[in-house]
C-alpha cells in the first residue's frame, strides 16, 4: 500500500495545525501510524490521496449511515446551498426536522438545535442545572460526553472520584461539581444517591459507551438511574449523539424501553454537516431563552444545510434500514468471532441494536475497568493489517465500528476474510 502523498501532506499538516489534525484520534497516534488523507467517499468505501480504496467502518465517527456521498442527500444539499447557506433567521426547515425527530422520539416534546455533540451536552447540563437549582452532575468512567469543561473529568477507582479534570485548562473549581462513577454499576449509584442525592442535577449517560469499546449499558442500570433521578428531583440526561437513529429506529431510548427527561443527540441529525440538539420534556425546555432565562444561543445554530442533511437521511431511513444493518453487524461479529477462534486470539464482541463493539480482552466488558484492560498492542497489529488489506477501522481500541445501509454482504465476508489474514499474520510474528 503506497500511501507517499498522505505521508507528504501529514509532514505539511504537522506545521500547520496542533499534531497535523482538527480532532486529536485522527492522528493514528493510538496505533503507531500515521494517518491517511481522505480525497473521497461513495457509498461504504472511502478512498485517500493515493488512491487507495477501503470499506469504511468509520464513516465520519457515525453520522454517515447511509454511507458517502448518498444521492438523495447530496441532491438535497445541492438545492439546499444553491437557496442559500444561512439566514440566521427561522425557517421551515428546522420544523420539518424538529417534528420529524419527536415523531421517532416521543421524549422529545421540545428540541433546540446546536452545532455539535458537545454543544448539545453542555447546553443540556446547563438546563438541567438551571431548571433544578442543583450543581452536582453525576456521568460515569469511560463515557464520553464531549470536551465541555464540566464534563472532562477523569475516569476514577473505588467508589466515586470527586471530579479531577482530565485536561489541563480545566479549573478543579468547575469539575468538583461533577462525579465519575463506575458503569453499568447500580450498588455504586445508590451509594452516591444516598449521599448526594438532594444536591444532583442530573446524571448522563451514555446507552451503548461507544467511546470505550463499546460497552452496551444493562437494561436495569438505566432502570436505576430512572428511579433515583425521579426519586430525588434530578434529570436524567440520555447522551444519544451516537446512538441517536442509529441503534434502533426509536434510538437506544426506544431500544431500552426508557423515558429521559433530557436527550441530546448530534451525528446522524446532521446527515455529516455539523450539528446537535438536546430536547425532552416541554416544561423543562421552556426554561430555555428566549421563553425562560437560561441563556443558550448560536449564530449558525438551525443551519439550512445543517437541518436538510439531516431530515434527508433520517427520513429515508426505515424499519427495513435497521432489519438490514442489525443483519450485517450479525454477520460481521459471528465471523470475526469465529476467525479469531479458530486462530486462538481472545476476542469479545458486544452489540445492543445495530452497534457492535471488539475488543482484544479474554473477559466480558461491563465497564471502564475493562476497557483499559483491552490488550492495546494486539490491536494495533490488528489495525494495520487491516489497512493493508482495505478495511478502515477507526484508530483507536476504544471507539466503535459503525454500518451503513450502503454497506454489502460482500463488504463484511470481505473484511471477516481479512480479519483471518490478519490474526494469522499476528501470530506469526508474536
Ligand atoms: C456520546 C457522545 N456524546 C458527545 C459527543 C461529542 O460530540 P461532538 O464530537 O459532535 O462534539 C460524542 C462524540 O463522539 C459522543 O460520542
Redesign the pocket.
Known sequence: MDTTKSIEAFEIAKKLMPGGVN?PVRAFQLVGMEPIFISHGKGSKIYDIDGNRYIDYVLS??PLIHGHADKEVSDALLEAIYRGTSFGLPTLLENKLATLISTRIPSIEKIRMVN??????MSAIRLARGFTGKDMIVKFDG?????SDHLLVKAGSGIATLGLPDSLGVPVEITKHTISIPYNNIEVLKKIFDKYGPQIAAVIV?PFA??MAGIPANPEFLQAIRSFTTKYGGLFIL?????GFRIDYHSAQGLYNIKPDLT?L??IIGGGM?V?AYGGKKEIMDHIAPEGNIYQAGTLSGNPIAMVAGYTTINKLNHNSYTYIEALADRLIQGLSKAAHTNHIPLKTTKAGTMIGYAFIDHPLQNFDDARKIDAEMFRRFYKEMLKQGILLPPSQYESIFISTAHSIQDIDRTIHAADVAFKRMLSCI
Open positions: 480532532s465517527w457515525g455539535s455533540g458537545t454543544e448539545a451536552t463515557n464520553y460526553h464531549g470536551h451514555e461507544g467511546n447522551d444519544e449523539v451516537m446512538t441530546c448530534g451525528k455539523p446537535g
